[in-house]
C-alpha cells in the first residue's frame, strides 16, 4: 500500500511551501502531489516555480512527483496556468478539470485523474482509461460499498487512491468566501487567505465546526480519518491512500498510517468516517461503535 501526499490546498508563503516539501522528502511517503489546485489567483508560485520545485524534488529522491492542476477555471489566466503545467515535459499530471484531461489526452499523456473530477460507475472509468488516465483519487464522498461495487464492475486494472486523511474538499465556488468573510471584492482580495494557513472555521450555532472556508473553496470541518479502516482497502482493490497537507502535525499523520501498514499499533486522535460507511459525512462511526 502506498502513502501519497495531496496538494495543499491552503494559501502557505512561498518559503513554508518549500520548506514543507523539505521535510516531507524524509518522511516515508511513495509520491507527492504539488501545485495550486484552489484559486488561480495565488501566486507565491507560478506555474514555472511549480515546475521547477517539482524537477527539484524529483531530483532529491526516489519518489514519484506529480504536477495538480486547478480544479474551478474562472479565466483564460487560469487556463493557461493548466495548459503551462499540462505541456511540462516529463512530470504527471493530475487532473482536477474536464480542461486538463482534454489536453493531456490529446497530448496522448498519462493521467491521473484527481476527486474533483465526478466519476461514480466503472463506464466513466473505463472511457478515461481509454484516454490514458492510470489513476483514479476517488471522490471524498464514494464509501466503501459503492467503491467495492465500482471496483467489480471495471474490466481490467487500475490503480485506485483514497483520500484518507485530511479535511475533505467538499465545494466550489465562483464566489470567495475569505474575501466576503473580511467585506472585500473578490478581484480587490489582497490575497488575505495567506493570513489563514489553516483556513477560516465557520461553526455552528452550537458553536461546532462545521466547514472550513478557503477561498473559493469549503472543506469539511474535521478531517477524515480512515486509519481505523485499514482492512476494508484489500477488498475495495485500494493500491495508494492519500494524506492531505496540514499546517501544523503532518509528521504525526504520515508516522501513524505507516506504522498501520507495517502491522505495527497506531493511533489518531482525530477524524470522522461516516462517508466511508455510506452515513453523514461529519458522522465519527468507528470510535462510536
Not at 493548466?82 to 486538463?100: F, H, I, P, Q, T
Not at 473553496?217 to 486509519?227: A, D, I, Y
Not at 493500491?239 to 509528521?251: D, F, I, K, N, V
Request: glycine fraction near 6%; charged fraction near 20%.
Amino acid at each position: 500500500m502506498q502513502l501519497t501526499l495531496g496538494p495543499i490546498q491552503y494559501y502557505w508563503p512561498r518559503k513554508d511551501i518549500h520548506s514543507f516539501y523539505e521535510t516531507m522528502l524524509n518522511q516515508p511517503l511513495e509520491r507527492i502531489y504539488l501545485g495550486e489546485v484552489v484559486c488561480g489567483k495565488r501566486h507565491e508560485l507560478n506555474a514555472k516555480d511549480w515546475i521547477e520545485l517539482a524537477q527539484q524534488l524529483r531530483s532529491y529522491s526516489d519518489k514519484s512527483i506529480v504536477l495538480s492542476t486547478l480544479t474551478l477555471l474562472e479565466s483564460n489566466a487560469d487556463l493557461n496556468l493548466v495548459k503551462r503545467l499540462c505541456d511540462n515535459d516529463g512530470l504527471l499530471v493530475e487532473a482536477n478539470d474536464m480542461s486538463a484531461v482534454q489536453r493531456l489526452a490529446q497530448a496522448k499523456l498519462p493521467f491521473v485523474c484527481g476527486p474533483a473530477i465526478n466519476i461514480y460507475n466503472h463506464h466513466t472509468l473505463e472511457y478515461l482509461q481509454s484516454l490514458g488516465m492510470q489513476r483514479w483519487v476517488v471522490p471524498v464522498e464514494i464509501g466503501k460499498l459503492q467503491l467495492e461495487s465500482i471496483m467489480q464492475a471495471l474490466r481490467g486494472e487500475l490503480e485506485v487512491e483514497v483520500f484518507a486523511y485530511g479535511h475533505m474538499p467538499l465545494a466550489y465556488s465562483a464566489r470567495c468566501f475569505t474575501a466576503r468573510h473580511l467585506n472585500l471584492d473578490k478581484d480587490s482580495c489582497a490575497y488575505r487567505c495567506l493570513e489563514y494557513p489553516q483556513g477560516l472555521a465557520l461553526n455552528t450555532q452550537e458553536n461546532e465546526q462545521l466547514f472550513i472556508i478557503n477561498g473559493i473553496q469549503t472543506l469539511s470541518g474535521q478531517p477524515v480519518n480512515l486509519l481505523s479502516h485499514w482492512q476494508d482497502f484489500e477488498s475495495c482493490k485500494v493500491t495508494a491512500l492519500r494524506l492531505s497537507p496540514q499546517w501544523q502535525g503532518m509528521e504525526e499523520v504520515i508516522q501513524a498510517f505507516d506504522a498501520t501498514r507495517l502491522n505495527k499499533e497506531a493511533s489518531l486522535d482525530s477524524g470522522v468516517d461516516g462517508y466511508w460507511l455510506s452515513r453523514p459525512g461529519l458522522d465519527i462511526i468507528a470510535k462510536a461503535g
